[in-house]
């Protein structure tokens, strides 16, 4: 069921167990829409007028339907005990530990995700609203100890795999709704409030972009729309061997024409960066590209990234 | 009918020479800050369209020890006089993720093309207070869209898809303004003979003025004087 | 007996005013609750079609994301009917028609204005801002001024007081008041596309602080709101005073045709859910132009300017209070059609509605729970475990008398003699395609699966299953059932099934792969349909397949449209007073019915839908045979 309903990949702890939910209330739709739909059909075949020229005053006398509204009342009741509740209650109140998780304070504004960790004091430095500006989107007060070693990235989630993950999301303008598809995650994101979520990521970024390649036919001024977000996953060179595409290249049109001349006629192909966040409230004019990118990656290049993060930070 | 009166008027004037041009440079004392580096990796396109790294344009020091993107016109000494607006347009331009030119000076009702040549979604969005506010995006590469300010003031204008944006439109009710390049350099040119206040506006280092004498003819040369911390 | 009486002299005193009435008074400003039901209708179609077009431009970005778009073609249409509506009336010499005709000519004016904007649409492509105006005016005229005032306006008012045996509305100047209040509520609207900015472009929903903050469009928006949610509470209290008091003799609750209890549990709904929200747009006003803060919290910085308001405000206010009138307002759109359907599917099954007392008390079950599900729509919004479990469990409950409902229209086609008339092709055509609106209801109301599923399309797919090929079924359904009622002619019976199967398969084709993308987790209101998001790659293609299934919709209107005109004149005039050999008392008036409806007030002696009694000679007992 999961693989009919075309679930994307999913690569959060939690998240099997939303799509298993997601399987069983479809699987109760399809029942219900079949034995309705056979029924409707049948009669509306078998009591046509040609074959059933005088109706049936009392029409079904059987209390079959009482019977079966029963059962479905049932099965929501079943549905909720055993499934929503408990699941949301996960979700909601069953944090995991602040020592043993990541926490990062996300706060979204018209139109990007402002992204900030803690640094390696492991403390958030203050902020204020008198201090943003540009340079400092989440006016972060730099001169405060807990402050200077924060990192403020914008639109870049950077996360290691395999640890728990706690968001404090807020907004510094209108709302939003922090979305990540492929972790199963989505909450508003509410200006005047914080509100915490977590989840813990169980697959690498790399890794899903490597699932997810596939080889693509090219040809010359024909431009799949779908490349706009992908890149090549090999280098490609012309006959003269200069490259015109390495791996990791965006495949724009001039890009896709360049091969094309040269030759290739298909070209392996893998989503830039195949986890998202995808703003999910209307928030203004940008809302359709107000797009986070999540790489989910190794502990230890999840340091080596804090690191070189760290390295930019003023005196 | 008034075109052409205009253009008699501009005729007879500039051939009995009574105006002067004040040309002049923009110089900076002390220790150039270090900008920081913009960070454009919150949006793919803006990350690809650049090689090399892109530094903010806050304060721009030229080689020549000059400040580049002053902003010098006159502030006092135009009163009761009035200007046409000029007919051709001034081109403000949003490429690789930043805005072209970072400070733009236009004349009141002169029509501005604002022109998104980036293959990505920019909005621009002024920051006027007297002029209407508007905030229009551009999702193609290639469109444009004209906008004209009736009202004198200088206004920030931003991005809010790419928060790193960030340009300074200066509309002036006469045609004597200009924004020094990259010698420091500016030129106000046909100014009418009078006594003028000269204004240099920095967006970081504020504003600074000078007064000066224009004669029939004259060729005068100022220069404003910055310096940092 | 006291009603009677006041029956009587209401019926003398419209007798007296219909001998004085000139063209205005007539057609124009009637008290008639006939002429104001069809005065709803005609307006509430010039409106969905409006609202349908805004969609049609904006499934071009969808498909064609920033690429010109084909403006003359969009024009074509709406030129191409008030050319035709415009010849028709001149044939038939209908100042109507007419009326008609310009309006459509009006609407194409106003789509080629939008579309040579340079501003709204360079290069002929519609920028960002004015995708959203459109997605938020598209969803309001649908709602507000479509459906709504189509489903209650137009058919609760023509209806309803002939099926209770009434002479009129209890108050018909309260009536007039209430379609004009409705009539300057759309003008309102649509003047709002002229303003600086543009319409509203916050969504229909108009979340602030993004409302709070948007162009003048939203003021406009707001004012018209007030408009029309002033023309719904009037509307609703006169049609329970209606209900209550004007029944005709005998005509107990329970003899009540289903259309008539769907109207009025439906009123109630309006009456006790429109105020909120009243209440809420003029604090959004106050926000906007006095200077409050009821929905602004502190520390707002907007576009890196800190926003200089008092603060202090809460977002989620107004979520609580658009929902608490916007889930009844579903039901509002969702019973009428109903009623509809059930008038139809007896009439066409010649046979009684089967469990049609379940079916009352479902329906008055239904229309109270409606009031304490609203923040199903919110559980993204940081809800704990307690109240998301009160919410779900009562959205659960609320579909147990949906279900009641629609199995009890199922069921009533076993044993019957099925016609397939028009009218019954919409209505059978009802039941599975509100089947699916209801069905996907389920993992939306759970909120972990909510999770995944809020703010997609699946969300979209699901409540336009619900209103489009569900309401909107109902409603073609209604116009072709009483056509023939209000004009003496039938409609065209070949146009008629040109019109559903066209409509049927587009409809189908528009709003299921919306429900694909939704599962993919492809998020609404985006301006390019998703095409830059990594996850919304593999169901791009189905943008397409959506948008010219929306064309094809479009083209399958025509017919229609034609149909509708051309019968009034054309058509096969019937040949009785009860063309459809009903039991209801509307058809048991003259066709079309006098001002004051009924010759003489009617006494009522069995049931609605009294078909196929083997105690009765013919296959139908009217309701008022002795």
């Known amino acids: 069921m999961q693989d009919l309903l075309g679930l994307p990949i999913d690569a959060s702890a939690h998240g099997p167990e939303i799509d298993h939910m997601i399987a069983i209330v479809h699987w109760l739709m399809a029942v219900l829409f079949v034995g309705w739909g056979s029924f409707f059909l049948y009669s509306v075949i078998r009591f046509r007028k040609a074959r059933q020229s005088k109706a049936d005053y009392a029409g079904v006398k059987s209390h079959m339907s009482s019977y079966l509204e029963v059962g479905v009342a049932l099965f929501e009741i079943v549905l909720i005990v055993g499934f929503a509740v408990p699941l949301w209650a996960k979700r909601v109140n069953e944090f995991p530990p602040e020592k043993g998780a990541l926490v990062v304070r996300v706060v979204a504004e018209q139109f990007a995700w402002n992204i900030h960790y803690p640094g390696a004091d492991g403390v958030f430095g203050p902020t204020d609203v008198k201090l943003v500006s540009a340079d400092n989107p989440v006016g972060l007060d730099r001169s405060d100890p807990d402050g200077k070693d924060d990192i403020v990235t914008i639109n870049q989630l950077t996360l290691p795999v395999g640890k728990p993950v706690i968001v404090r999301l807020t907004s510094k303008d209108v709302i939003h709704s922090f979305g990540i598809p492929l972790l199963r995650v989505k909450q508003d994101a509410i200006p005047g409030q914080v509100i915490p979520l977590w989840f813990e990521p169980v697959e690498t970024t790399e890794n899903i972009k490597e699932r997810l390649t596939k080889r693509y036919q090219i040809k010359k001024g024909e431009y799949d729309p779908r490349f706009t977000a992908m890149v090549a996953m090999m280098d490609y060179v012309d006959t003269e061997n200069n490259l015109i595409a390495g791996k990791g290249n965006l495949l724009f049109p001039d890009v896709i024409d360049m091969l094309a001349e040269a030759g290739h006629n298909e070209i392996l192909a893998g989503p830039d960066t195949p986890m998202e966040i995808a703003c999910a409230q209307l928030c203004g004019l940008g809302h359709y590209r107000m797009r986070g990118y999540v790489a989910i990656k190794t502990q230890e290049e999840f340091e080596a990234w804090l690191s070189e993060e760290a390295s930019y930070l003023p005196e | ?229 | 007996m006291q009603q009677s009486a006041t029956t009587e002299r209401r019926h003398v005193e419209s007798v007296r005013h219909e001998e004085h009435a000139g063209f205005w008074r007539t057609y124009v400003f009637s008290i008639d609750h006939k002429v104001i039901g069809l005065q709803y209708m005609m307006s509430a179609l010039v409106f969905l079609f409006f609202g349908f077009s805004l969609m049609m431009l904006m499934r071009w970005q969808l498909a064609y994301p920033g690429k010109s778009i084909p403006g003359e073609v969009f024009v074509l249409l709406p030129a191409v009917i008030s050319a035709a509506t415009l010849v028709i009336a001149l044939i038939s010499k209908r100042k109507l028609i007419g009326l008609v005709g310009l309006t459509f000519a009006g609407l194409a004016a106003l789509v080629w204005y939008l579309v040579s904007d340079e501003v709204l649409f360079p290069d002929g492509v519609m920028v960002p801002e004015l995708y959203n105006s459109f997605g938020a005016m598209h969803g309001t005229i649908m709602v507000f001024l479509g459906v709504v005032p189509l489903a209650v306006g137009g058919f609760g008012n023509y209806v309803v007081p002939l099926q209770v045996g009434a002479p009129d509305m209890a108050f018909p100047r309260l009536n007039m008041m209430s379609y004009w209040a409705y009539f300057i509520g759309g003008v309102v609207m649509l003047a709002s596309f002229f303003v600086p900015g543009g319409a509203a472009n916050s969504g229909w929903t108009s979340y602030p602080p993004l409302a709070d903050i948007a162009t003048t469009g939203q003021t406009v928006w707001l004012l018209g709101m007030v408009f029309l949610i002033t023309s719904s509470l009037l509307g609703s209290i006169n049609f329970i005073v209606t209900i209550v008091q004007l029944r005709a003799n005998g005509l107990t609750y329970m003899r009540l045709p289903f259309f008539v209890w769907a109207q009025f549990i439906t009123a109630f709904l309006l009456l006790l859910a429109f105020p909120p929200l009243e209440a809420a747009a003029v604090l959004q006003l106050m926000d906007r132009l006095a200077g409050t803060s009821f929905f602004l919290p502190s520390g707002l910085v907007i576009s890196g300017q800190a926003l200089e308001v008092s603060g202090g405000g809460s977002p989620l206010l107004w979520q609580h209070l658009f929902w608490f009138l916007a889930h009844p307002e579903v039901y509002v759109l969702v019973l009428p059609a109903m009623g509809i359907i059930a008038e139809v599917i007896a009439n066409n099954t010649r046979k009684p509605l089967w469990g049609y007392k379940s079916m009352v008390y479902a329906v008055i079950f239904l229309g109270f729970m409606s009031f304490i599900v609203w923040a199903h729509h919110m559980f993204m919004t940081g809800m704990g475990t307690v109240i998301s479990t009160f919410f779900q469990t009562t959205t659960m409950i609320i579909s147990i008398p949906s279900v009641i409902i629609l199995t009890a229209l199922m069921i009533s086609l076993w044993g019957g003699s099925i016609r397939f008339t028009v009218p019954m092709l919409f209505a059978l055509a009802f039941l599975p395609m509100f089947g699916i609106g209801g069905l996907t209801g389920l993992p939306l109301g759970l909120a972990p699966t909510d999770i995944h599923l809020h703010d997609t399309y699946y969300v979209i797919g699901h409540f336009h299953y619900v209103v489009a090929p569900g309401s909107i079924f109902a409603l073609f359904a209604g116009l072709y059932y009483w056509y023939p009622k209000v004009t003496g002619r039938l409609m065209n019976d070949t146009l008629g099934r040109i019109h559903f199967w066209g409509s049927f398969f587009a409809m189908n084709g528009i709003f299921f792969p919306m429900l694909i993308q939704g599962l993919a987790g492809v998020s609404r209101r985006l301006w390019d349909g998703g095409a830059e998001y990594a996850h919304a790659q593999d169901t791009l293609y189905l943008n397409e397949v959506m948008s010219i299934s929306a064309w094809v919709l479009a083209v399958f209107q025509l017919p229609f449209i034609f149909n509708f005109f051309w019968s009034i004149r054309k058509g096969k005039k019937v040949e009785s007073d009860n063309p459809w050999d009903a039991t209801t008392l509307e058809w048991q008036t003259p066709t079309p019915p006098p001002h004051g409806n009924f010759a003489m007030v009617p006494q009522v002696y069995r049931g609605p839908y009294e078909y196929s009694d083997p105690k009765s000679p013919k296959d139908y007992v009217p309701q008022n045979v002795a």
């Open chain 2, 1 to 229: 009918m008034r075109f052409i009166a205009s253009v008699v008027v501009t005729i007879v004037l500039s051939s009995f020479a009574v105006a002067g041009d004040v040309s002049g440079k923009v110089s900076f004392g002390g220790k150039a800050p270090a900008m920081p580096r913009l960070r454009m990796d919150a949006d793919r396109f803006c990350r690809s369209v650049h090689r090399q790294p892109v530094s903010s344009e806050e304060v721009v020091v030229n080689k020549n020890g000059t400040l580049k993107n002053v902003l010098v016109y006159v502030k006092e000494g135009l009163t009761g006089k009035k200007f046409d607006s000029p007919k051709e347009k001034a081109l403000f331009d949003q490429e690789g993720c930043v805005y072209i030119p970072h400070v733009l000076g236009v004349q009141t009702g002169q029509e501005v093309v604002i022109q998104n040549s980036d293959n990505t979604l920019h909005n621009v969005h002024t920051l006027s207070t007297k002029n209407p506010s508007f905030n229009a995006g551009q999702p193609i590469k290639g469109h444009k869209l004209a906008k004209k300010f009736e009202k004198p003031e200088t206004f920030k204008v931003k991005c809010d898809v790419h928060s790193w944006m960030g340009a300074y439109i200066g509309v002036f009710s006469h045609p004597f303004f200009a924004v020094t390049n990259d010698d420091g350099s500016f030129a106000i040119k046909g100014l009418p003979a009078g006594e003028y206040t000269l204004e240099a506006w920095h967006e970081k280092y504020g504003t600074q003025t000078l007064k000066v004498s224009v004669g029939a003819s004259d060729k005068k040369s100022v220069e404003f004087k910055y310096s940092g911390s």
